[in-house]
């Protein structure tokens, strides 16, 4: 058993409009997206516009369980196979109703609500946000630097549209790593793992239930409020514990579960099956985000070796608000077999059954090695000293920042300030945002430093098929039509209908794998013609000589 595996991130930022409050969050998405998408084609010399998704093979409906949801009786909100979300159109009539100035201005064939990046992942309009999506990685360490690359990207973004603000007359918009407005709308922060679809769904589902419910202790975000509106005062672990109300389901913004039924896989369906994890946090802390995949990896590994512990919750849902709404760490749940366990205890069987799994099998590789020393340490300190943590857990960091101006100021859990010092923790700017602060004044730690975080922004990871996807999009970004997670459509001058390459496999297509034929391509039509030669599984075209 190993932390490595299939792994990737995706963030929804919280958007605002600093001198605009009641601005359409769309609106302000779309103007995110488009910016950025504009920028990264001048860096890469692009004449034409960006490349678009390609919704082929996107099955939301689809649920592990053995069924298919009919669409009719679907939430409009699952609907993510179809594009786009909104036409350019809609967005020119919405930018007309609140701005006669942009609508105006607007050229609407430029209006980009999807975007593919150089670095193998993708940008786009979800809902009300805008969303990163981050390319496919092996170790959760690459999960949290490709997931940190998206923080970066949705700086890059801002900055961007502070600069054109005053020519354009758009608003300026600011991001924020969050989960909620305190409003009653939460926004998601989801994790994707690879599992070999011989596993069955329901074993997962036993497993991750507790797993989940208890794994806040160390990831939460941390949030000011009680309810989902934050209409109770307090401070609670995570920013998402309060909009979940089922155990096991399909929906991600409605009636969310904590285990979601999803079978979307993004790659040979026979052979994969993708656990799409909607119940984490946005997390900023290096640390959080490397138990938040490393330690969910390792209990996969013990579902698919049948070690999980037997861990049944009496009410997995009311237990996992319970644990977010105690940040003493002392509040117990009901299993069924009729003990009583904190959050922190249910972790440590987790973590006991993943060690003792690890010895038998003759010793953790070194990546597994630092997620389980890791988690033991944070454990120890969460019973002994959670403000110890203060310097590398989110909520812990968060609290005690809030702390800090309760104490100096006596103020109450409901006032208004300490929701404005939350929200200002998950600014992207690292001029703003609290978390950010925290790192420059060496008072958070990190895994990674700004430059790797940069690099990391324009550049694939190259032990996955986004190596592939990134390159082609960078080196040739006028002639990638349409992209997804497992195939890429290409326009070729000397070919009729271009081509369409099938990436089925994740750990294929990589920088040992095409390296050499990619950087010796003079230009795409070339890179298709050698790659047919080499591989014409994967090249679909019936023009290719």
């Given at each position: 058993?190993?932390?490595?595996?299939?792994?990737?991130?995706?963030?929804?930022?919280?958007?605002?409009?600093?001198?605009?409050?009641?601005?359409?969050?769309?609106?302000?998405?779309?103007?995110?997206?488009?910016?950025?998408?504009?920028?990264?084609?001048?860096?890469?010399?692009?004449?034409?516009s960006a490349a678009d998704w390609d919704y082929h093979g996107e099955t939301p409906l689809e649920d592990a369980r053995g069924f298919t949801v009919?669409?009719?009786?679907?939430?409009?909100?699952?609907?993510?196979?179809?594009?786009?979300?909104?036409?350019?159109?809609?967005?020119?009539?919405?930018?007309?109703?609140?701005?006669?100035?942009?609508?105006?201005?607007?050229?609407?064939?430029?209006?980009?609500?999807?975007?593919?990046?150089?670095?193998?992942?993708?940008?786009?309009?979800?809902?009300?946000?805008p969303e990163y999506s981050s390319p496919e990685v092996t170790t959760p360490r690459d999960a949290v630097l490709w997931d940190a690359a998206g923080?970066?990207?949705?700086?890059?973004?801002?900055?961007?549209?502070?600069?054109?603000?005053?020519?354009?007359?758009?608003?300026?918009?600011?991001?924020?790593?969050?989960?909620?407005?305190?409003?009653?709308?939460?926004?998601?922060?989801?994790?994707?793992?690879?599992?070999?679809?011989?596993?069955?769904?329901?074993?997962?589902?036993?497993?991750?239930?507790?797993?989940?419910?208890?794994?806040?202790?160390?990831?939460?975000?941390?949030?000011?409020?009680?309810?989902?509106?934050?209409?109770?005062?307090?401070?609670?672990?995570?920013?998402?514990?309060?909009?979940?109300?089922?155990?096991?389901?399909?929906?991600?913004?409605?009636?969310?579960?904590?285990?979601?039924?999803?079978?979307?896989?993004?790659?040979?369906?026979?052979?994969?099956?993708?656990?799409?994890?909607?119940?984490?946090?946005?997390?900023?802390?290096?640390?959080?985000?490397?138990?938040?995949?490393?330690?969910?990896?390792?209990?996969?590994?013990?579902?698919?070796?049948?070690?999980?512990?037997?861990?049944?919750?009496?009410?997995?849902?009311?237990?996992?608000?319970?644990?977010?709404?105690?940040?003493?760490?002392?509040?117990?749940?009901?299993?069924?077999?009729?003990?009583?366990?904190?959050?922190?205890?249910?972790?440590?069987?987790?973590?006991?059954?993943?060690?003792?799994?690890?010895?038998?099998?003759?010793?953790?590789?070194?990546?597994?090695?630092?997620?389980?020393?890791?988690?033991?340490?944070?454990?120890?300190?969460?019973?002994?000293?959670?403000?110890?943590?203060?310097?590398?857990?989110?909520?812990?960091?968060?609290?005690?920042?809030?702390?800090?101006?309760?104490?100096?100021?006596?103020?109450?859990?409901d006032d208004p300030r300490l929701t404005l010092v939350d929200l200002q923790y998950a600014d992207v700017r690292p001029e703003k945002g609290l978390?950010?602060?925290?790192?420059?004044?060496?008072?958070?730690?990190?895994?990674?430093?700004?430059?790797?975080?940069?690099?990391?922004?324009?550049?694939?990871?190259?032990?996955?098929?986004?190596?592939?996807?990134?390159?082609?999009?960078?080196?040739?970004?006028?002639?990638?039509?349409?992209?997804?997670?497992?195939?890429?459509?290409?326009?070729?001058?000397?070919?009729?209908?271009?081509?369409?390459?099938?990436?089925?496999?994740?750990?294929?297509?990589?920088?040992?794998?095409?390296?050499?034929?990619?950087?010796?391509?003079?230009?795409?039509?070339?890179?298709?013609?050698?790659?047919?030669?080499?591989?014409?599984?994967?090249?679909?075209?019936?023009?290719?000589?």
């Amino acid at each position: 058993m190993t932390v490595r595996r299939v792994m990737g991130a995706e963030t929804e930022y919280g958007v605002l409009a600093t001198g605009n409050p009641h601005a359409n969050a769309t609106v302000l998405s779309t103007q995110v997206v488009t910016t950025y998408a504009a920028l990264v084609r001048r860096r890469l010399g692009a004449s034409r516009s960006a490349a678009d998704w390609d919704y082929h093979g996107e099955t939301p409906l689809e649920d592990a369980r053995g069924f298919t949801v009919p669409r009719e009786q679907a939430d409009p909100t699952q609907l993510t196979d179809v594009a786009p979300v909104l036409t350019a159109e809609e967005v020119a009539a919405e930018a007309l109703r609140e701005s006669g100035l942009w609508a105006e201005s607007m050229d609407w064939a430029q209006v980009v609500m999807n975007t593919v990046l150089p670095n193998g992942a993708r940008l786009y309009v979800d809902h009300s946000h805008p969303e990163y999506s981050s390319p496919e990685v092996t170790t959760p360490r690459d999960a949290v630097l490709w997931d940190a690359a998206g923080d970066r990207v949705a700086l890059d973004a801002v900055r961007a549209v502070a600069a054109s603000a005053a020519s354009t007359g758009l608003d300026v918009v600011n991001l924020y790593k969050n989960n909620t407005d305190n409003k009653s709308v939460s926004y998601g922060a989801h994790e994707n793992y690879l599992v070999p679809r011989t596993v069955p769904f329901d074993r997962l589902a036993t497993a991750l239930l507790p797993f989940f419910a208890s794994r806040q202790v160390m990831c939460g975000a941390g949030r000011v409020g009680l309810g989902p509106r934050g209409q109770r005062p307090g401070f609670q672990l995570s920013q998402r514990a309060d909009f979940f109300e089922r155990e096991i389901g399909l929906e991600t913004t409605v009636h969310r579960p904590i285990v979601n039924t999803r079978d979307e896989p993004h790659a040979e369906r026979g052979r994969h099956r993708r656990l799409h994890v909607i119940i984490g946090d946005a997390n900023l802390s290096h640390t959080a985000g490397l138990l938040k995949f490393g330690t969910t990896s390792l209990v996969l590994g013990l579902v698919e070796a049948g070690a999980a512990p037997d861990l049944g919750l009496a009410d997995p849902v009311a237990a996992l608000q319970a644990i977010s709404h105690d940040p003493s760490l002392r509040t117990t749940v009901p299993l069924r077999d009729g003990r009583e366990l904190t959050g922190i205890q249910l972790q440590r069987l987790y973590l006991e059954a993943a060690r003792a799994h690890e010895e038998a099998g003759g010793g953790p590789d070194p990546q597994t090695r630092e997620v389980l020393e890791l988690w033991g340490e944070v454990l120890d300190a969460l019973e002994t000293d959670p403000l110890s943590l203060a310097d590398r857990l989110d909520w812990v960091a968060k609290y005690a920042l809030l702390r800090g101006y309760r104490e100096r100021d006596g103020l109450a859990w409901d006032d208004p300030r300490l929701t404005l010092v939350d929200l200002q923790y998950a600014d992207v700017r690292p001029e703003k945002g609290l978390y950010h602060r925290l790192v420059a004044g060496g008072r958070m730690r990190t895994l990674f430093d700004a430059e790797e975080i940069e690099r990391a922004a324009g550049t694939p990871p190259a032990d996955t098929r986004a190596w592939f996807r990134g390159h082609l999009v960078s080196r040739f970004p006028d002639d990638v039509l349409t992209a997804n997670w497992d195939s890429v459509s290409v326009a070729l001058p000397g070919v009729r209908r271009g081509a369409r390459i099938a990436m089925p496999e994740p750990l294929d297509l990589t920088r040992d794998d095409v390296g050499p034929l990619v950087g010796s391509a003079p230009d795409a039509e070339h890179l298709v013609r050698a790659l047919a030669g080499a591989r014409p599984a994967l090249v679909h075209t019936g023009s290719l000589g």
